[in-house]
Nanobody, 130 residues
Framework: QVQLVDSGGGSVEAGGSLRLSCAAS????????MGWFRQAPGKEREGVAA???????SYADSVKGRFTIAQDNAKNTVYLQMNSLKPEDTATYYC????????????????????????WGRGTLVTISS
């Protein structure tokens, strides 16, 4: 089993920045696909960004150029640096992961790979005021 702990949320004004962290522990692997998702009240969960163990990253168009996903493999941690935040970024952000060694098929690691994620954090709330 793998446990994910996401953190770093808070309240900031529009134009500000936040850095979210996702620490993985337990039975992790060298090969992985990890991503960030968000869900606003009354809306469905949507993908934000994803990164694989080789460092290849992808982003939703809505955050491209503002958000950056990064990894620190030594710490088993993935980050989401969020800049130029907008009120529409307000949501609960969740980190998630899937590990190819646990699968019999090829894992496609993209920002919108929601259904393929097997492990999820509890979420961290991000509130952006205008």
């Amino acid at each position: 089993q793998v446990q994910l702990v996401d953190s770093g949320g808070g309240s900031v004004e529009a134009g500000g920045s936040l850095r979210l962290s996702c620490a993985a522990s337990g039975n992790t692997y060298n090969k992985y696909c990890m991503g960030w998702f968000r869900q606003a009240p009354g809306k469905e969960r949507e993908g934000v960004a994803a990164i694989d163990s080789d460092g290849a990253a992808s982003y939703a168009d809505s955050v491209k150029g503002r958000f950056t996903i990064a990894q620190d493999n030594a710490k088993n941690t993935v980050y989401l640096q969020m800049n130029s935040l907008k009120p529409e970024d307000t949501a609960t952000y969740y980190c998630a992961a899937v590990y190819p060694p646990e699968k019999l098929y090829t894992v496609v690691c993209k920002w919108d790979t929601t259904v393929g994620m097997d492990y999820w954090g509890r979420g961290t709330l991000v509130t952006i005021s205008s």
